[in-house]
């Protein structure tokens, strides 16, 4: 029981003189001609445009990537491109085998044995079945990646709006957390917590 008020004690008497001397360091008894960087920097305070997030978004929406550039994260733009260039592949490469498969199929149909899947024997490597599942297979591949490009899209605009908001967020000091101890001498116990500091 002593050792613990003695530590109370201790913790009350370093924080009484931690606040003592940061009353000595505040940083308005700083004078212009003694440090005028520190002084204009902590006097400036970077405006807040509200349109740029919407800009930004309109942007990716014109161009995929413009957004990410105009947020000034020029990485992100290969990445961007790549993406929804990757899904334009696999959607344009689905639709060809799609086309190559239909038309086979269509020439069977009309009575012609000259189509690429027929062998040297005139005798068909694929079956007219077998025509039908390539044909359903890459149907379903070429929506799956229109539709995996279209969510790329979509994300490359969101991704761009969300940025510029994130640019803009306030990391003022007038907004802190900082840990808050206090001891409570009615119950003769400790109070630990955080405070969250809001200076207007």
């Not at 940083?27 to 740029?52: F, G, W």
């Not at 490469?93 to 899947?117: I, L, M, P, T, W």
């Not at 979509?154 to 709006?161: K, R």
Request: some cysteine; hydrophobic content about 40%.
């Amino acid at each position: 029981m002593l050792n613990k008020r003695l530590f109370i004690l201790y913790l009350c008497f370093f924080s009484a003189l931690y606040s003592f001397s940061q009353k000595d360091k505040d940083s308005t008894s700083i004078a212009i001609d003694q440090s005028p960087i520190v002084a204009n920097e902590t006097l400036t305070k970077k405006a807040i445009d509200p349109l740029r997030p919407s800009k930004a978004a309109f942007y990716s929406a014109i161009l995929p990537g413009l957004g990410q550039a105009y947020n000034k994260k020029y990485w992100k733009v290969p990445i961007v491109w790549g993406a929804i260039g990757a899904g334009v592949y696999f959607y344009v490469r689905n639709d060809k085998q799609f086309d190559r498969y239909r038309d086979a199929y269509k020439r069977r149909k009309a009575g012609f044995k000259d189509d690429e899947f027929y062998g040297p024997n005139e005798t068909p490597s694929i079956s007219d079945d077998g025509l039908i599942r390539a044909q359903q297979q890459f149907r379903r591949n070429k929506e799956v990646s229109l539709l995996v490009t279209f969510g790329l899209y979509a994300l490359n605009i969101i991704d761009a709006n969300v940025d510029a908001h994130l640019l803009q967020f306030n990391v003022d000091e007038n907004l802190s957390l900082s840990p808050h101890y206090q001891y409570n001498q009615l119950e003769n116990t400790s109070d630990l917590g955080l405070t969250l500091n809001f200076k207007f």
